[in-house]
């Protein structure tokens, strides 16, 4: 079993920054990557960004050269920094974890006003 849980989410203008954390807890040796899904209004959700334990990243084009995603192992910690937000990036952000299954977070709100 992993535990999820984020945090940073918020209100922000268009063209602001945001960081959000993620941090993990139970049974993190058995981690494979961590990422970042995110559910727009009306929409299923969506790949974000994900991190490998090694530390490879993969991003969604939508968001690719804006947000970078990092991982401490050491705190079990994912980050998603979110720079240059778009209107079209409010969402409610989920973090994500896989080992052997996909676990949640229970979801953070993002909201850039124009």
């Known amino acids: 079993q992993v535990q999820l849980v984020e945090s940073g989410g918020g209100l922000v203008q268009a063209g602001g920054s945001l960081r959000l954390s993620c941090a993990a807890s139970?049974?993190?040796?058995?981690?494979?990557?961590m990422g970042w899904y995110r559910q727009l209004p009306g929409k299923q959700r969506e790949f974000v960004a994900r991190v490998t334990t090694v530390g490879g990243a993969n991003y969604a084009d939508s968001v690719k050269g804006r947000f970078t995603i990092s991982r401490d192992n050491a705190e079990n910690t994912v980050y998603l920094q979110m720079n240059s937000l778009k209107p079209e990036d409010t969402a409610v952000y989920y973090c994500?974890?896989?080992?052997?299954?996909?676990?949640w977070g229970q979801g953070t709100q993002v909201t850039v006003s124009s």
């Open positions: 994500t974890a896989l080992s052997g299954m996909m676990y």
């Open positions: 139970g049974s993190i040796r058995s981690i494979n990557y």
